[in-house]
């Protein structure tokens, strides 16, 4: 079964505007989130993490949400831009040693 | 829901000695890929795999490196004489249409 989710497999946004990508785990042990971006025909490229001990990582643009009670990870993207159009996945892990994948969000954002 | 497997989830070897990692990917998928990550950095691109050979590789992807679909089911990654940089996350990946599934990884760890 599936550990991580990602229930949206894309998402179209405006130039400008708020990118908001969600993920949920199943895994209550998972102490390590991170989100990466995929652009085709190349591997993921780390985006941004948090650790379980937080409920929120700002890196620039790009903010990380922590809902541990409701096993739910979001990304923030503010504003969007269009050479932020991509596929980004998010990843859970328990203690480091293996990672689990949600399937992507393809983002789209609309100059 | 299917899922990406990896085995194992962590071997430890010593330089100069050969490994092979393992994965079964999703079976209707078609596309297979190997990724890797060392601590701290990107993730990194190695090879793709289609239709029983190699479709696309990176500089990281030397003679060293080699992958098989041996029986229809595992896609394994061998590592001829690791080196102490080889030290990483490896992941394994597949996909169907334009959805990519990665396995938990297998930590290496070369000493």
């Known amino acids: 079964d599936q550990q991580v989710k990602q229930n949206s497999p894309s998402l179209s946004v405006q130039e400008g505007r708020i990118s908001i990508l969600n993920c949920d785990y199943t895994n209550s042990m998972f102490d390590y989130f991170l989100w990466y971006k995929k652009y085709p025909a190349e591997g993921p490229t780390f985006l941004i993490s948090?650790?379980?001990?937080?409920d929120k990582n700002e890196d620039g643009r790009f903010t990380v949400f922590l809902n541990k009670s409701a096993k739910h990870l979001s990304l923030h993207i503010v504003p969007s831009q269009p050479g932020d159009s991509a596929v980004y996945f998010c990843?859970?892990?328990?203690?480091?040693?293996?990672?689990?994948f949600g399937t992507g969000t393809s983002l789209t954002v609309i100059p | 829901e299917p899922e990406v497997t990896q085995t194992p989830s962590h071997q430890v070897t010593q330089m100069g000695q050969e490994v092979i990692l393992r994965c079964v990917p999703i079976?209707?998928?078609?596309?297979f890929y190997w990724y890797r990550q060392i601590l701290g950095q990107k993730v990194e691109f190695l090879v793709s795999f289609y239709n029983n050979e190699i479709s696309e590789k990176s500089e990281i992807f030397d003679d060293q490196f080699s992958v098989e679909r041996p029986d229809g089911s595992n896609f394994t990654l061998k590592i001829r004489s690791t080196k102490l940089e080889d030290s990483a996350m490896y992941f394994c990946a597949s996909i169907r249409t334009d959805t990519q599934y990665f396995g938990p990884g297998t930590r290496l760890t070369v000493l």
């Open positions: 079976s209707n998928h078609l596309y």
């Open positions: 948090i650790s379980s001990i937080k």
């Open positions: 990843a859970a892990s328990e203690g480091g040693n293996q990672f689990y």
